[in-house]
């Protein structure tokens, strides 16, 4: 029988077109796809009608799937020699838990590959039109996930990200939006400090929202954004603005 292999494959961050053509050729060739809530469901029409697909969606409080039910499946249908897909929103190796499948693929003696995908807070931020770094504004990012918060893991040191970082980037975290901000202030942010929230970034239901630290709990709860958004927090935040006001103007030259 012909060895199976697994691909764990980035969909990138919700618009089908930012996928890779490395990942599209995958998808085209699956004999078995798994694939997350936040996939494009779109892309699944790419696969080969035969195709299985298995859907393991993860949504705040409720998962259709146990991680290791999923490497299971992942594990058995590559033993069987079938060319076995992993499709993950984003990027795998960002909050995306591809680590983790890799790692059982290769405990298992599984052939695998990882194949990267544009990850939300660079997808959604330039969608949004705000750079994660801007010369002048910012010459540093970090990447972190609100859902440490509450969590059983260690959670985020707020009070090394303040003093070290220009930009911050935040997943999963419109439901701790007040404790971040109670954090963020404690360790040395303003106030005035700009922010956005980018909900559905990159998809033809994007919405972006942009305030301060200190008005944007009751914008987010004035706009009922919930997830997926992604929180961009820092300087750069301006540049969106900037760009809105030159569109603007542009147009009534135009006009």
């Known amino acids: 029988m012909k060895p199976g292999s697994v691909a764990i494959v980035g969909a990138g961050p919700g618009d089908p077109e930012l996928i890779t053509i490395k990942a599209m050729l995958r998808i085209q060739e699956a004999d078995v796809i798994l694939y997350d809530r936040l996939v ?105 996930t609100g859902s440490r918060c509450h969590g059983h893991e260690s959670p985020v040191r707020w009070d090394r990200l303040v003093n070290s970082v220009d ?18 202030l404690l360790h040395g942010k303003k106030g005035t400090t700009p922010v956005a929230v980018i909900e559905n970034g990159t998809t033809s239901r994007q919405r972006t929202v942009t305030g301060t630290l200190n008005n944007m709990e009751k914008l987010l709860a004035v706009m009922n954004i919930s997830n997926p958004a992604l929180i961009i927090i820092g300087e750069v935040v301006k540049v969106r603005e900037q760009l809105l006001s030159l569109e603007s103007e542009a147009r009534s030259q135009i006009g």
Request: hydrophobic share 40%.
């Open 167 to 184: 930009t911050i980037a935040i997943y999963m975290g419109i439901s701790q939006f007040s404790d971040i901000r109670e954090q963020l």
């Open 40 to 144: 494009n469901e779109g892309l699944l029409s790419y696969a080969k009608p035969e195709t299985l697909r298995i859907y393991c969606g993860k949504s705040p409080g409720h998962h259709s799937m146990p991680q290791e039910r999923i490497e299971q499946l992942m594990i058995q249908y590559a033993a069987d020699g079938n060319k076995v897909v992993r499709l993950k929103g984003g990027d795998p190796f960002v909050f995306g838990r591809g680590g983790e499948e890799a790692l059982a693929m290769a405990e298992a003696g599984i052939s695998y590959e990882v194949i990267p995908g544009i990850t939300s807070a660079i997808g959604a931020a330039a969608s949004a039109g705000i750079p994660l770094t801007h010369r002048g504004l910012a010459a540093s990012f970090a990447i972190v």
